[in-house]
Every structure is written in C-alpha cells, then in structure tokens.
C-alpha cells in the first residue's frame, strides 16, 4: 500500500510548549517539539516510531561544550551541552516528551537530512504502523559563517517541519522518495549535466497537472533547475528554504509540508514533484500525489 | 529477515587493521587500551584509550575519513558493486576532531572561520567521500544515533536489501576527540584503569576509535558471482526507553524490546541464540541495567554473554559495526571472545560469562547490541544460514 501523509506541521520560531519539562530545551529540540506536535495533533498512535533529520545537530551546544573547554579547560566542559551536542538529541528529548517507544533514530545527510529521514521514515512502515518524520535547523553564527565561507549565497535560516506517515487512508500518498549521489566537490552541488536527467525524467513521467518545488540553493543551481525543466513548468515559488527565501540545511521536508499543504487545497488529481540537493552532489526526488 | 548474506568485512581499530589482526586479539584478550596520545588532555588526567596506530592511517586528510576509507576499503576488496545500492553509516560525532581543532584555534572569533568548519563538521560528508573515492552510485544514510549509530545502519542497510535487493555498504566510524573525553569526563563515565565490562569494581567507560564495514548483498547475487559467504543478517530491532537523556532505563524496557524485534525479525527464539555481544560499557549503570534485560529476554537459558570494550575501547558511532564483524568473525571462526577486564564479575548482573580466555564452539546465531544517549537501543541478529 502507498504510504500516505496522516499529519503535517511546521514552524520557524520555538512555540510555547504545554509541558513544562520542554521549557529549558535547547533551540533545535524546541523547534523540532513544536513541528512534531502540530503533526501529531488529533492522532494518539499505538505503534508510532520517529525519524529526525538535522544537517547540523546541535551546533549551537557543540559552540558551548568547546567554549567551556576554552574558558575553563577540559576538566570543566559542560556536560549538559555535552549530551545535548549529540545530533540524536532532539530525537532522544522527543521520544521523552511525546512517549515514543519505537524505533528513533536520527539521520544527518548535509542539505538532504529531510529528505533522506523521510525515505528512512517510509521504510519503517514495514516495522511500525505509523511513523513521525521531523526535521530541524537552528542558526548560529557557526552555520552561517561556515556557509559564507563556502562562498556560496547563502541566507541561512531555522526552521522545523514533520510528516506523519501511515499506511492510509488519506487524500496525500508519497509515491516515491529517492535519492541519488553524483561525484562532486563537498563544496559544490551536482552540476546543471548531473542534476538535470533525473529532475526532468521525474517531471516527465507525471504527466499533466504537476507541480515543481525546486532546491534552489543558490541563484546558480536555481538557474541550472529552470533550465532543466524548461518554460513550461509550474514550479512553486517562493518556497522555505530556498535562496528566495532563506536556506537551511533541514529545508526539504519544510517544502514538502507547503507542498502538501498546498496540493490539499486543489480540486483536482494533482501531484508535486521535490526536488532536492546537497553539497557532495547528493539529490533527491519526491513524489506527493493528491487524490480528488 | 531473509536472505541478506555478508559478502566482505573491513575493520580498523585499536587492535590492529583487517580481520586476521582482529581474530588474532580476540583469542588473546590481551587489552590495547593506553594514555592518550592523540591530543593533550590538559589538565585531565591521561585517562587509558583505544587508539588507532597512526602507521596504520597515514596523514592525509582528517583522520574520520582515513579510518572509513581504510575499513571500506577492505570491504569492498578491491571491487566497486555495481547498479542500484545503497551506503549507510553510522557516526556520533563525524569529522568533530577536525573542526574543535579549528574552533579550539581560532575561539570562535568572528571573521576567522575557514572551509573546513562546516565541511568535516557535517556527518553527511562521510558518505560523499566513500560516493567519490571509491567510485560507487548509491543513496547515502547517515545515521546519528549516538552509540547505536552504526548498528542501525546495518540494520537499515540489510533491511532495504532484504526488501528491493541491490548491494549495500554499511559501518560506522568515529575518531577519539576532545569533546567525547572532555564530555564523557564531565559526565563522570570514564574510568582510569582500562575498562572493565561485567566486573563488581568496573568503574566506567575507556574510550577507543575506528571503523568497520560489511558489504551486503542476496545471497542469490552472491552465490551466483561466486562470492564467499561469511555470514548473514538475519534481524534488527530497534526500541526507545522514552525515558532519560543519558541514563538507560533501570529496567531495560528499551533495550528488551529492541532484542524481542531482532529475534521476531529473525523468526528465532531465545533459546536459538548462542553468543549475545552485548553494549557492556563498563559504566555501572549501563551493565546492571543490560544484565536486567538480558535476564528478561532469555531467562535462565542465557546465551553465552561478552563485552569486547576491553578490547577496542567504547568507539561510540562505531562500536555497533566494529562488534558486528566481531560476532561474524565468532561465527565463521567458531571462537566466542571472553570479556577483557572481567576477573570479579558484579554479583548483580546474572547472565552467563563466556569464560576466561573464550571459548571454541561451533556457533549458529548471535546477537550484538548497541545503546545510545537518548534511551537508543538497536540489537542485530547475524546467523551461519538464511
């Protein structure tokens, strides 16, 4: 049976939690509390397991445990920063607060994190009947100066965003999550002769009516995926996570939320076709169909 | 899980490089955990590690990427697998040694912050590196789940072959740091003699490094090219404790419901497992609340139990990979290591010991398992048939 989207939420600021043990969590494990929550909102699954996606972990306690280290040496680090600088972290805080006695686990895959923890997330289903998919980025001054440094454009932005999966019944079926390397510098993306083959067979093979939702990382790559899918294309603008916008490296499943989002508002069979990048030549394609 | 045979094993560690150096220490349970010599502890103690021979990985780029390559490497014996597969890591803290050097040298001051921060921070470029230098076309997973990072990408890996075919290439690494000493002294878990798993004077973890790989693939695939069979995949479970950040449950709910879905997965019972290589840190906490859950998973009829800790040190992302070629390497050499550190076992755990020295014993299946902070607990199944 196709998987189907049971529950979708996203945010870009921490919200106010009900529980009170959430209040002293860091940035990431909050931002990535409030997505899970709207996702999970009117459903009580009995067999629920849960995926996180994070490009960076927690950057911002790894800056503190150091910084603790430099101020005071290494006898001194601290070890709430310690453990809270662990990239399964938000998952282990999630599994706490939302009583989650399944599979957890936690995928780091650069600017595919959400996508590649959506594609473990499906595969799952054969383990559990529902399965939660988040994704969380914080900014600090790490990641966007790392990003600088790069010499890319980026806008870096945080955010959170999550997919509940099940076996159905549901208008939204995710028909396809895949993803692809291609030999590339760890600084660069796929190239426009890399990336184009798979994103216009993806397109090609949905026939009318489909959406695009493009990475659009920098200005350059974004040209390449115009490029590639020609004039005619409906591509969704303006998307999360995209230079348009601001980019962060967990931004895949927040497209794939607005996506969602959007198809459920269409009359009509419609379908949107991800597309997703990473720095190494990494990408994705995905595939949310909406049923009429 | 059917079907999922290990066609190539790859190992680096602080005993050595390559199976022959690993199934050499295992029957000798001699421990290589020393002072660390890697970086300065400043004003730490020189607490005792496992660490990799530098000879071993000469210095070329960041030491994470020299151990995964060295250990792919050795997986793959020279072949690149060819169509669709899939490469999935396991690693706690990637290419962390390279970018706290970076920080450590520049404190974080605005405007000096180079390339190499974001590039070796990121877990992800791990898997882009084995993509580029060993010529392969796969997705790529990396998994962080702390100390069960690498057993849930074998566990991940073995279960997509299982399901689509295809090969895949699944391990784990981690290289010693700063942040996990600092950070494991912080949380008062490392011990200052070599660590002692099981033992009623255990006083906490040693930490070690490496990395390993298996090259999975149908068995049909690889009986058809003639490949050796060392072994197959049978099951993989996975469960949280929901319960503390850093603290198994007292119970092991987790860790129990972790190993039922691994031998569930197998279709085996209890009494079918022979050898369990268990998590056994060494921590006080870690190893009572193991023992409760093994206990609770196979009763009185307890499979012959070891911690290779002693051996390789606790190498956190790795340690669920470096123990798995560990129990492949017990089934195809029907040799069962014993417990490195153990001599007074803790009278409060009751399972049942390998004896000193080991044992030679023709071996069907074995369990590893691996938990992680975050209440993570992963338990594979590796058997002798599919």
């Known amino acids: 049976m196709t998987p189907t989207v049971q529950g979708l939420g996203a945010v870009d600021a921490p919200g106010a939690d009900p529980d009170p043990r959430a209040h002293r969590l860091p940035r ?36 503190a445990f150091l910084r603790s280290v430099v101020d005071r040496g290494m006898a001194f680090g601290s070890a709430t920063a310690f453990h809270q600088s662990v990239p399964h972290s938000a998952a282990g805080y999630l599994s706490m607060l939302l009583g989650i006695r399944g599979p957890v686990l936690t995928i780091s895959q650069r600017e595919l994190s959400g996508e590649s923890a959506l594609r473990v997330g499906l595969a799952l289903l054969d383990r559990v009947e529902q399965v939660l998919v988040v994704a969380a980025e914080e900014q600090t001054s790490l990641l966007e100066a790392g990003y600088q440094a790069f010499g890319s454009v980026f806008r870096v932005a945080e955010g959170a965003a999550a997919v509940l999966l099940g076996p159905g019944p549901g208008r939204l079926r995710v028909e396809r999550c895949d993803l692809f390397s291609h030999p590339a510098s760890p600084r660069r993306f796929a190239s426009p002769a890399q990336l184009g083959p798979r994103l216009v067979e993806s397109v090609a093979t949905k026939g009318a009516n489909v959406l695009v939702s493009i990475a659009a990382p920098t200005p350059a790559v974004e040209r390449a995926e115009r490029a590639a899918l020609g004039p005619e294309a409906r591509i969704l603008e303006d998307q999360p996570g995209t230079t348009r916008v601001a980019f962060h490296p967990s931004a895949g499943l927040a497209r794939f939320v607005l996506a969602a989002r959007h198809l459920l508002t269409t009359s009509g069979e419609s379908v949107c076709v991800l597309h997703g990048l990473a720095l190494g030549g990494g990408q994705s394609i995905t595939v949310v169909r909406h049923d009429a | 899980m059917r079907g999922v045979a290990v066609t190539g094993l790859g190992i680096v560690s602080a005993l050595g490089s390559g199976l022959g150096a690993h199934l050499v220490a295992m029957r000798e349970g001699r421990t290589p955990l020393r002072p660390v010599t890697l970086f300065p502890p400043g004003d730490l103690a020189s607490f005792p590690v496992g660490e990799v021979d530098p000879a071993l990985i000469p210095r070329r780029s960041p030491r994470c990427i020299r151990l995964t390559l060295h250990a792919a490497r050795q997986a793959l014996g020279g072949r690149a697998p060819g169509g669709p597969g899939v490469i999935a890591l396991g690693t706690t803290t990637g290419g962390i040694l390279d970018s706290e050097q970076h920080y450590l040298k520049h404190r974080g001051a605005i405007g000096a912050e180079d390339r190499g921060l974001l590039l070796h921070h990121a877990m992800g470029t791990l898997t882009g590196v084995l993509v580029r230098a060993l010529g392969l076309s796969a997705e790529e997973h990396t998994f962080s789940t702390a100390c069960s990072s690498s057993a849930n990408a074998i566990g991940f890996g073995a279960s997509v072959v299982a399901r689509q075919g295809g090969w895949a290439l699944v391990g784990g690494v981690d290289s010693l740091a700063r942040i996990t000493y600092a950070g494991f002294h912080s949380l008062k878990l490392l011990s200052s003699v070599p ?74 019972r209890p009494s079918n497992v022979d050898y369990v290589n268990a998590h056994g840190t060494a921590t006080p906490a870690n190893d009572v609340a193991e023992g409760i859950a093994l206990q609770r998973v196979f009763g009185d009829d307890c499979p012959l ?14 340690a669920g990979a470096i123990e798995s070629v560990l129990c492949v390497l017990a089934l195809s050499s029907g040799f069962v290591p014993a417990t490195t550190g153990l001599e007074e076992p803790d009278p409060e755990i009751r399972v049942r010991h390998v004896p000193p020295g080991g044992l030679a014993r023709p071996l069907s299946a074995v369990v590893s398992n691996s938990f992680g902070f975050g209440g993570n607990n992963t338990a594979l199944v590796f058997s002798s048939s599919a």
């Open chain 2, 305 to 318: 139990i070891s911690s290779t800790k002693g051996l390789t040190g606790h190498t956190l992302g790795a």
């Open chain 2, 195 to 268: 660590c002692r798993p099981f033992d009623r004077r255990r006083r906490g973890l040693s930490l070690g490094e490496g990395a390993a790989f298996l090259l999975l693939e149908p068995e049909a695939d690889a009986r058809q090219r003639g490949a050796p069979i060392l072994g197959f995949v049978t099951g993989w479970g996975c469960a949280s404790d929901a319960h503390h950040a850093t603290a198994p449950h007292p119970r092991g709910d987790g860790a129990v419901a972790a190993m039922q879905s691994a031998l569930a997965d197998a279709g085996i």
């Open chain 1, 28 to 63: 990431l494990e909050r931002l990535a509390l409030g997505a899970a929550r709207e996702a999970l909102a009117g459903h009580s699954p009995e067999s629920l397991g849960l995926v996180v996606g994070t490009g960076y972990g927690g950057l911002a306690m790894t800056e």
